[in-house]
Every structure is written in C-alpha cells, then in structure tokens.
C-alpha cells in the first residue's frame, strides 16, 4: 500500500507542476498543500516539496523568499547528495531568483560554481541559456567562449546542438 501512496504523491507533485507551468497558481498551491500533507504522512524526503514551495514563491514574484528556501538546497553537496551538488534545477532557480533581486554576482557564481562540480549535471539547455545571457550582459566574452568548450566536452549532445539551433555562440 504504501509503493501505491509514495506514486500518488509523485503524481500529485507532478500535477502542481503543470497547473504551475500552465499559470493556474491556486491550483498549484492547492496540490502542493495536499502533496505536503503526504509528504508528512509517509515520511517522504521534503526536498521536493521545498522545491515547489520556491518555485510557487517565484511565480508569485516574492524572489527573496524563494531563494531563502533553496539556500539550504543549493549547499548540499558532497554526502547530502550522494556526492553530487545541488540539482541543475535548484542552482538554476536560485541563480534567477538571484538575478531578480539584483544580485548579478551572485546569480553568476552559483551557476559556474556547479558548473565547476558537476559540469555533466549542471550544463543542461537551461543552465547553459541563463549562463550565455549573463555572460552576454555582463559583456563576459572570454567567459562565453570557455562555457562554450565545457558545453561541447561535458555536455550531452542534445544540449550542443540547442545551443547551436538557438544560436547560443
């Protein structure tokens, strides 16, 4: 019963997710809530449900309370993480939640010090697009061109060619 429970949860956290994507935010605070209740219920990890929670503070423009909830997140590393960093996700969530209150240092070097940790994690499209409009508006050429050469090393293949579909270089 309780494998049954734990995929109603995923599929719940899912479904805030899309009512989030698709703009219907009552919806998707509405699903979180029940999703938190069986996150408690079953004793699930919260990391998920504090990943929503700052995606629906982001939504809702209250970056700085976003990115108090994923401080935490982005400074797991090493054994919290099996190793790994933070998922691409939530440094790339911080870093725009960073950007939006003026905090353009900050925003650049959470995403480059992923990059650095975990490049075949980290440079996906997403990361890869916010880190090129950074460089670009910081006027950071050298900057661009070596992510350019991480992207082509470490990334996955599908990663590269949207850069180049997108005109990224």
């Known amino acids: 019963m309780a494998t049954y429970e734990k995929a109603m ?3 719940l956290l899912r ?9 219907d935010l009552k919806r998707a605070r509405e699903a979180t ?3 938190s209740k069986m996150v408690q219920n079953l ?8 990943e929503m929670r700052a995606l629906l503070l982001t939504a ?4 700085k309370d976003a990115m108090e909830i994923l401080i935490p997140l982005v ?15 939530v440094v790339n969530n911080f870093a725009v939640c960073a950007l939006f209150t003026n905090q353009i240092t900050l925003a650049l070097d959470t995403m ?3 990059v650095r940790a975990d490049p075949f994690q980290c440079l996906n499209l997403g990361m890869v697009q916010n880190l090129v409009a950074l460089y670009d508006l910081c006027s ?3 900057q661009k061109a070596l992510l350019r050469k991480l992207v082509d090393r470490y990334a996955a293949d599908d990663v590269a060619e949207g850069c180049r579909r997108n005109n990224l270089w």
Do not use: C, W
Request: charged share 25%; glycine share 10%.
């Open 140 to 142: 950071m050429k050298d």
């Open 15 to 23: 479904r805030a997710k899309i009512l989030l994507k698709i703009g």
């Open 43 to 50: 004793k699930l990890p919260t990391t998920a449900l504090t």
């Open 75 to 89: 400074q797991m590393t090493g054994a919290n993480r099996g190793g790994g960093v933070a998922s691409a996700d």
């Open 112 to 114: 480059e010090m992923a």
């Open 9 to 11: 949860a995923h599929r």
């Open 60 to 63: 809702e423009s209250q970056f």
């Open 33 to 35: 809530e029940e999703y």
